[in-house]
T-cell receptor, first 118, second 113 residues
Framework: DVKVTQSSRYLVKRTGEKVFLECVQD?????MFWYRQDPGLGLRLIYF???????EKGDIPEGYSVSREKKERFSLILESASTNQTSMYLC?????????????????FGQGTRLTVV | KQEVTQIPAALSVPEGENLVLNCSFT??????LQWFRQDPGKGLTSLLL?????REQTSGRLNASLDKSSGRSTLYIAASQPGDSATYLC????????????FGTGTRLTIIP
C-alpha cells in the first residue's frame, strides 16, 4: 500500500517560532509537493521538488522554505511563524515515470497537518 | 495559467440517487486529471486517474470521463450512499517539467439517508 506520512496531525506553535513540518513517502517518487488548504481558497501550492536538493516555488512561497536532502523526505519550514500561517498543510508525492502507455504520475497525499499559530 | 473550476460548490441528494459532479479546466494541454475525495479534517484520497489519452475510468460505483477538447471532466456516482458524503476535488497535471497539480475548489456532497 502506497504511503505518504506527515509527522504530525495537529500542531500548536507560538508566533515567531521556527516550525518544521516533515513528510516521508515510501514509493520512491521523484516529485513531492507542499500545499496549504484554507476555507474558500482551496489548495494552494507552496513549494514542490522534482528531485533531491531541487525545489521550485509554487504560488504562495512567501514565509516558507523547504528542504529535500533525501528522496523520500520533504520538509516544509516556517522561518518565523505568524498567525496567518494557521492552516491545514498537505504533502503529496508523485512519480515522473513517463512510459509509452502514459501511466504513472498519480499523486498521493498524506493525512494533513492542522497547524495553529497563536 | 491553468484554472480549474468545480460547480456546484455544494450538492445534497437523497440516498440511492445517481449523481454527476463537474470539473472544467481552461488549458487543454494536460497530462492527466485526477479525482480525489476528502473527508472533514483529513487528507485527500485518490479515487480515479484519467490519462490524457483516455476517455474514462471506472472504479466500482464511480465513473470519471474526460473531454480534453472541451476542457471538462465529470465524476458519476451510481446508487449514492451516506458514506459517499465528502468533498470531491479534481486536479489536473501538466506535462513533463510541469507535474504540479492544479486543483478545483471542490464540491461538498451530502447524501441524505
Amino acid at each position: 500500500d502506497v504511503k505518504v506520512t506527515q509527522s504530525s496531525r495537529y500542531l500548536v506553535k507560538r508566533t515567531g517560532e521556527k516550525v518544521f513540518l516533515e513528510c516521508v513517502q515510501d514509493m520512491d517518487h521523484e516529485n513531492m509537493f507542499w500545499y496549504r488548504q484554507d476555507p474558500g481558497l482551496g489548495l494552494r501550492l507552496i513549494y514542490f521538488s522534482y528531485d533531491v536538493k531541487m525545489k521550485e516555488k509554487g504560488d504562495i512561497p512567501e514565509g516558507y522554505s523547504v528542504s529535500r536532502e533525501k528522496k523520500e523526505r520533504f520538509s516544509l519550514i516556517l522561518e518565523s511563524a505568524s498567525t496567518n500561517q494557521t492552516s491545514m498543510y498537505l504533502c503529496a508525492s508523485s512519480s515522473s515515470i513517463w512510459d509509452r502507455e502514459g501511466s504513472g504520475t498519480e499523486a498521493f497525499f498524506g493525512q494533513g497537518t492542522r497547524l495553529t499559530v497563536v | 495559467k491553468q484554472e480549474v473550476t468545480q460547480i456546484p460548490a455544494a450538492l445534497s441528494v437523497p440516498e440511492g440517487e445517481n449523481l454527476v459532479l463537474n470539473c472544467s479546466f481552461t488549458d487543454s494541454a494536460i497530462y492527466n486529471l485526477q479525482w480525489f475525495r476528502q473527508d472533514p479534517g483529513k487528507g485527500l484520497t485518490s479515487l480515479l486517474l484519467i490519462q490524457s489519452s483516455q476517455r474514462e475510468q471506472t472504479s466500482g460505483r464511480l465513473n470519471a470521463s474526460l473531454d480534453k477538447s472541451s476542457g471538462r471532466s465529470t465524476l458519476y456516482i451510481a446508487a449514492s450512499q451516506p458514506g459517499d458524503s465528502a468533498t470531491y476535488l479534481c486536479a489536473v497535471t501538466g506535462y513533463f517539467g510541469n507535474e504540479k497539480l492544479t486543483f478545483g475548489t471542490g464540491t461538498r456532497l451530502t447524501i441524505i439517508p
